[in-house]
């Protein structure tokens, strides 16, 4: 069984940065691409960023030259840096494993962002 665990939101001002991280409880051996999605109010969730095996693979426009993701394998743990954060940046943030492209696993429970000021 795979566990997905979220962490990192909170609530931020307009600017600030927040690092999210995701646990990714799956089998040492392997060392599977992983999204990060958000859902923000009254929108459907979207692919914010993911990454493959040895580096990132995609980056949303809506985030582009803002976040970073980043994984490290010997935690289990992919990381997104969002930096200068924006209002419409607010939703809950999800991590999933992705298998062509598309996620695999039961959703965690995620982490509230909230840029706000």
């Known amino acids: 069984q795979v566990q997905l665990v979220e962490s990192g939101g909170g609530l931020v001002q307009p600017g600030g940065s927040l690092r999210l991280s995701c646990v990714v409880s799956?089998?040492?051996?392997?060392?599977?691409?992983v999204g990060w999605y958000r859902q923000s109010p009254g929108k459907q969730r979207e692919l914010v960023a993911s990454?493959?095996?040895?580096?990132?693979?995609h980056i949303a426009d809506s985030v582009t030259g803002r976040s970073t993701i980043s994984r490290d394998n010997a935690k289990d743990t992919v990381y997104l840096q969002m930096n200068s954060l924006k209002p419409e940046d607010t939703g809950v943030y999800y991590c999933?494993?992705?298998?062509?492209?598309?996620?695999?696993?039961?959703w965690g429970q995620g982490t509230q962002v909230t840029v706000s000021s």
């Open positions: 990454i493959g095996t040895i580096g990132p693979a």
């Open positions: 999933n494993v992705l298998l062509r492209g598309s996620p695999t696993y039961a």
């Open positions: 799956i089998s040492a051996a392997e060392r599977p691409a």
